[in-house]
């Protein structure tokens, strides 16, 4: 009896790991281009529970990152290094993220209406909208890893943000309607729905990333900025999206990435130029 009871309790772990397995990889296969076992089951159930691991996939991206970066940096100068890394994360992700950032640019700037706007942002063609925000955000993007690595934070950064801003993403999920078809969605059929305990499972993975930084004297100021940062840009985004669509899309969700990886970078920017000047003005004022 104790035999069979422990054969059953070890079958559901396995078949536990083999789905978690299953869900890790359809998570990869839709967010990048890593390659992924050709016997990876495919079905709408799974995939709408593929979202748990986003955060994960975040974290994977930046370490792989991570390594062509430190390849770069031995045998090229450092901004060179920086801007191989941009071009090297777009070819891994296939730009999907980007991709849906330039269309809810030229949606929602192109539309009057929440027909206009769903309808643009179906068309793959790149719209004037578009092209310019994909434009500043890709420079922004390259002059805040230029200064990260100038100040030896670029891969802590790097897995902090790939992490957060996809659990944030993913987030949206819970309480957002969705508001576009599956059949034309980005998103399909993946980003529609979301349990309690899978948010709770984005939102944990993605906090967790904010122990890489966790040795800097400035931790606890700038864990505490990212979070307020962070979500009041949830906040006034899902307003705004509501407001602008009646809900998310999956390009919003691609947009809503982006945006708050900016933002991490910007907030580690800003909390460690703070500390830096004020150790600064600490000494020199010892010195006067």
């Known amino acids: 009896m104790s035999q069979n009871v ?7 772990i396995t078949q536990l790991l083999i789905k978690q397995w299953w869900l890790l ?5 839709f967010f990048t281009r890593i390659p992924v076992p050709k016997s990876t089951p495919y079905s709408e159930h799974l995939m709408n529970h593929a979202n748990r691991y986003f ?5 994977l991206i930046a370490l792989f990152l991570s390594a062509i970066y430190l390849t770069f940096c031995v045998i090229l100068p450092l901004n060179v290094s920086v801007i191989l890394l941009v071009i090297a994360s777009l070819l891994l992700t296939g ?3 980007e991709d849906g950032l330039a269309d809810m640019a030229d949606g929602i700037g192109g ?9 643009i942002m179906k068309d793959s063609r790149i719209g004037t909208y578009g092209t310019v925000t994909l434009v500043l955000s890709l420079l922004l993007k390259y002059t805040l890893l230029l200064t990260l690595a100038n100040q030896q934070l670029l891969i802590p950064s790097l897995i ?28 399909k059929p993946l980003a529609n729905r979301q349990s309690l305990s899978e948010l709770i499972i984005v939102v944990v993975s993605g906090g967790l990333a904010l122990l890489v930084l966790v040795n800097e ?31 998310f899309t999956g390009d919003c969700l691609g947009a809503a990435q982006q945006m708050s990886e900016l933002l991490i970078y910007l907030t580690i920017v800003a909390v460690s130029q703070h500390y830096v000047n004020n150790t600064l003005l600490s000494i020199n004022g010892g010195i006067l």
């Open 25 to 29: 990889c359809l998570s990869l296969m």
């Open 111 to 119: 539309g009057t209406t929440i027909e206009q706007r769903l309808v």
């Open 160 to 187: 902090l943000a790939y992490t957060l801003s996809r659990a944030l993403a993913a987030s949206l999920i819970f309480n957002t309607t969705y508001v576009v078809d599956s059949a034309v969605s980005k998103s």
């Open 95 to 97: 730009a999907f993220h």
């Open 217 to 247: 004297p400035w931790f606890l100021t700038l864990a505490t900025a990212i979070v307020l940062v962070l979500v009041v840009f949830r906040t006034l985004f899902r307003r705004w999206l509501i407001k602008r669509l009646g809900g």
């Open 6 to 12: 422990s054969n059953s309790f070890a079958r559901r």
């Open 55 to 59: 955060p994960l996939v975040g974290f």
